[in-house]
């Protein structure tokens, strides 16, 4: 706003001082009505303003866009995520385990996360770690991350979505490589197993305690989406 503030200041005293009455330098043109120089500045200033401000929304959307995929030389680890009544779920297809109400990631690690909704619109949220995005039934969306360093991250959601949406918290731990391996081994086949049946009862409304899954029936998400969209399934339930 300087770009438009400053010059009208500094033209409003220097017309003052020009054109005072003791000037008589300063022509008096009572019949002037057009001025294309001046025209030119007037309308040049809050068009490089307009410019300037659409340049950088344009350049800062582009690089914030949840879907782009952040530059690592780490491989990503895949995360599905699904919002629940009233609940977070956390599913590593690739590791065959998932987790409720807690997050474990290697630090230094782009995550690309695939998120959706087991019942209303929520919204996915880690402020430490970047923009919020909303979850819907029957639609995926993606979100790329990255914990720079250990430590732990707090996440909930900032959509209302009934009596227990203040309860809909999670922790982010970030460890180093070798401690998510540790992790990893030691949540396979330690907890209940995740397939359909166990997910409409973890589905159901209510709150739940951090745990972990130590088996995921295959494309159990890809099933939740396509059961949320009011669809026929497109592949067999797992």
Wanted: without cysteine.
């Amino acid at each position: 706003m300087l770009v438009v503030v400053v010059p009208v200041i500094l033209l409003t005293l220097g017309f003052a001082w020009w054109y005072r009455a003791s000037n008589s330098r300063a022509a008096y043109e009572p019949g002037w009505v057009y001025s294309g120089q001046i025209e030119m500045v007037i309308w040049a200033i809050p068009a490089m303003v307009v410019i300037l401000l659409a340049g950088v929304g344009w350049t800062g959307s582009h690089q914030l866009d949840p879907a782009q995929k952040l530059a690592s030389e780490a491989k990503p680890l895949r995360i599905q995520g699904v919002s629940l009544d009233w609940k977070w779920l956390f599913i590593y297809p690739d590791q065959g385990i998932a987790t409720v109400n807690q997050l474990v990631i290697p630090a230094g690690t782009p995550i690309e996360f695939l998120l959706s909704s087991g019942s209303v619109m929520d919204a996915f949220f880690v402020p430490q770690l970047g923009s919020q995005i909303y979850t819907m039934p029957g639609m995926s969306v993606r979100l790329n991350l990255m914990a720079q360093s250990a430590g732990e991250y707090p996440g909930f959601s900032s959509q209302f979505s009934g009596d227990g949406f203040s309860d809909m918290r999670f922790m982010v731990h970030a460890l180093s490589a070798a401690q998510f391996s540790g992790w990893l081994e030691r949540s396979r086949g330690s907890g209940a197993a995740l397939d359909t049946g166990s997910f409409a009862g973890l589905a159901a409304p209510g709150t739940a305690p951090a745990g972990v899954y130590g088996s995921v029936a295959p494309h159990l998400y890809e099933w939740i989406v396509d059961t949320t969209a009011g669809l026929p399934a497109q592949r067999e339930a797992p």
